[in-house]
């Protein structure tokens, strides 16, 4: 009976202790002076790098020496990353891209698939159907930003360099043509036979489609050994397919597809006609053979009536 009453009893002080210790690796205490309390999913303040229960998490609650300084440092880097990607803004999608500015398109530009073209006369954005003053009807349209002007608008300036073009070409007319205009229908067809003898072009274009024309460049427009010529071109192309091929003929500069101004872009002039041809006209519509053609720079779109 004595010995099992002096029996030792088993070691709870130990393990209780050795729980204590397990639990306290797992949790932390809280950090605010009053506290200490044991947290096992602790708050981290990101001011002053505390740890925190959950009563004095917040920087009001435990009172934090460096209140607000997390805050104002995001501010700052949000700020940066704004003006960084503002700067840079990468790869163009539908969420920044922007539609084009001709009134019944519906065409999405400055994307992946369409690039947006911008006009200096009316400074709108258009897709490359649009991209020219004609297509988009740039004369009818007030520019953006823009201010009130007391000088000439661009009808007059047009107006006035169509008026000087039209003198030139009576003082030059004779010098622009390569022999005096027939009279009679028989000359007219052996002064045609004589130019298609001589004229050059593209071989591909079918002899039936073919358009032969006197080319020449206004000594303004062009200082190469070339400024005249006899070419035959197709009579299914635009006026503006025309003008390229012509100003390579001749060694002309074009900037007209780079979206220059009025001033340096070129044009061609119809000495028949007597006016300036758009550049969407089509060439078998506007020209015969014999015709003669001028290219020349800052005259101003064709005239509206």
Not at 279 to 288: D, L, P, Q, R, T
């Amino acid at each position: 009976m004595a010995s099992s009453s002096t029996s030792p009893a088993p070691p709870e002080s130990q393990t209780f202790t050795t729980m204590d210790k397990d639990l306290e690796a797992i949790g932390a205490h809280c950090q605010y002076t009053y506290c200490n309390q044991l947290d096992f999913l602790p708050f981290r303040c990101e001011s002053c790098k505390g740890t925190y229960c959950l009563d004095h998490r917040t920087e009001t609650a435990h009172k934090c020496p460096r209140a607000g300084e997390w805050a104002a440092a995001r501010r700052k880097a949000t700020a940066l990353s704004s003006t960084t990607n503002s700067a840079n803004p990468g790869k163009p999608t539908l969420l920044t891209a922007s539609q084009c500015s001709h009134p019944s398109c519906k065409t999405y530009i400055n994307t992946l698939n369409s690039v947006g073209v911008g006009c200096p006369t009316c400074n709108r954005q258009y897709c490359l159907k649009h991209r020219l003053r004609e297509d988009h009807s740039c004369s009818t349209l007030i520019p953006i930003g823009a201010r009130p002007s007391t000088g000439p608008t661009q009808a007059e300036k047009a107006k006035a360099a169509l008026g000087r073009l039209r003198v030139w070409g009576k003082e030059k007319q004779a010098a622009v043509l390569p022999k005096p205009k027939p009279s009679t229908a028989a000359s007219r067809i052996i002064a045609v036979n004589g130019l298609k003898r001589t004229a050059k072009g593209d071989a591909k274009v079918p002899m039936d489609k073919r358009i032969y024309l006197y080319v020449e460049a206004e000594a303004n427009t062009t200082s190469s050994k070339l400024p005249k010529g006899e070419y035959w071109y197709s009579k299914d192309w635009s006026v503006g397919r025309l003008l390229d091929a012509a100003a390579k003929s001749l060694q002309v500069e074009n900037v007209n597809n780079r979206g220059g101004g009025e001033e340096e872009r070129l044009r061609v002039y119809h000495v028949e006609l007597g006016r300036v041809l758009e550049f969407g006209e089509k060439a078998g519509n506007v020209c015969i053979d014999g015709n003669t053609i001028v290219l020349l720079r800052g005259v101003g779109p064709a005239e509206t009536k």
